[in-house]
């Protein structure tokens, strides 16, 4: 990615996810933002190709263009609420969250809660846990033991972009061993 779309990707990211109405704009109930409206509100230089081209080549496929071409959402991450139109899906045996060593305590306490997003996410990879536990400082990786405890009625999502979710996860499903941490 350039640094130009990389800039893109953040601003659309922050918008369509957290603050669409810092730039004026609304979305829909299921998260949607209209294009012409958001590329004539943005506070940095946009047009539709610019747009077009960071959806196609965002790393983690952050968003989706509505089959009309009209409109644009965040696959996934948002604080704002929206409803996704996402199923309970069985996940698979164990998922994995990677976070900072500084928030162990408080997590073993409080269980993962989504903080200031819709919900906890979850990845299927143990090396994608660890990148996103290096955004907040030393990376931990804990184990979610996902269908025992979809097995028990805990419900779980998949994103579009295989991003794993859930509401919540409590201390008591918590594997926590010498292993959950990311020097492998
Ligand atoms: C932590 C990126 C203390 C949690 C990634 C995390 C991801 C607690 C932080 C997506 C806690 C929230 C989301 C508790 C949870 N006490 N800390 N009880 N419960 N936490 O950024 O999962 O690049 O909101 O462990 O790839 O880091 O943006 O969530 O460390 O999929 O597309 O509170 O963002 O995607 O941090 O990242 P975040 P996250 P993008």
Redesign the pocket.
Known sequence: MTDSSSSISKFL?FILRHKPDSIGIELDPEGWANIEELIENANIPLNRAMLFEVVATSD?N?FTVSADGQSIRAN??HSVVVNLGLQPKQPPESLY????SR?LE??KQ????P???QY??LSHSRNTAIS??Q??GKPIVLTIPALAMNQKGHLFFQAKNG?WLTNEVKPEDLQLSSEDSATT
């Open positions: 990211s983690k952050r996934q991450g969250h990677g976070t900072a928030f408080s997590i409080q269980g993962l809660k903080q200031n997003r906890v996410h996103v536990g955004r907040h991003v």
